[in-house]
């Protein structure tokens, strides 16, 4: 099942989001699972996977990262999330100062000033990292994106820790 079809939306990288969500809610209309309450064992199985199918394309296209990992699937390329960085040490080195001044962070109470600073320059290298994979999709320069959704899941990582570590923090000082 190519998700892109199941939306008729073009099978491009950039899609229009606001046509995904509108054919979104028409499958949903027409393939909810209250709607066959009265039917068949066999029918409300076909329709219940057919409903976590929609739900699970419309999540994938949704979100900039599954997504990105998906097109290149679509076009021949597997990724796996969990061995990606692990095959791009020099990246890894580069950048494992920011997990040191997350550290420093946690043992400064998130002083305030350092962590809308810290916030800022993650956000900041997640969003090029979103450009470059836009542009590099455009290219179908696909070598090229994988090894930038490896700094994306590395920035994302650090940006799910920072938010763990700061509400941990908070649910401690109230």
Same mark, same amino acid.
């Given at each position: ?51 976590? #199918? ?20 679509? %076009? ?12 791009? *040490? ?20 998130? %002083?305030? #000033? ?13 969003? *090029? ?29 650090? #940006? ?6 700061? *509400? ?7």
């Amino acid at each position: 099942m190519n998700y892109f079809s199941l939306f008729k939306v073009p099978k491009n990288f950039k899609i229009d989001e606001k046509l995904l969500s509108e054919n979104f809610y028409k499958l949903q209309l027409k393939f909810h699972p209250d709607l066959f309450m009265n039917d068949s064992e066999a029918k409300k199985k076909i329709i219940l996977e057919k409903s976590i #199918q929609i739900n699970k394309g419309y999540e994938t296209l949704k979100n900039f990262l599954s997504r990105a990992i998906y097109f290149l699937f679509l %076009n021949g390329f597997k990724i796996k999330k969990e061995t990606i960085l692990l095959e791009n *040490n020099n990246f890894l080195m580069k950048y494992f100062s920011l997990y040191e001044e997350l550290d420093e962070l946690k043992k400064n109470n998130f %002083n305030k #000033q350092h962590l809308d600073n810290f916030i800022e320059k993650i956000e900041k290298r997640i969003m *090029n990292c979103e450009n470059k994979i836009e542009i590099k999709f455009e290219k179908k320069k696909y070598e090229e994106v994988i090894q930038i959704i490896a700094k994306l899941l590395f920035f994302k990582k650090i #940006q799910d820790n920072l938010k763990k570590e700061y *509400n941990m923090f908070l649910r401690r000082t109230n």
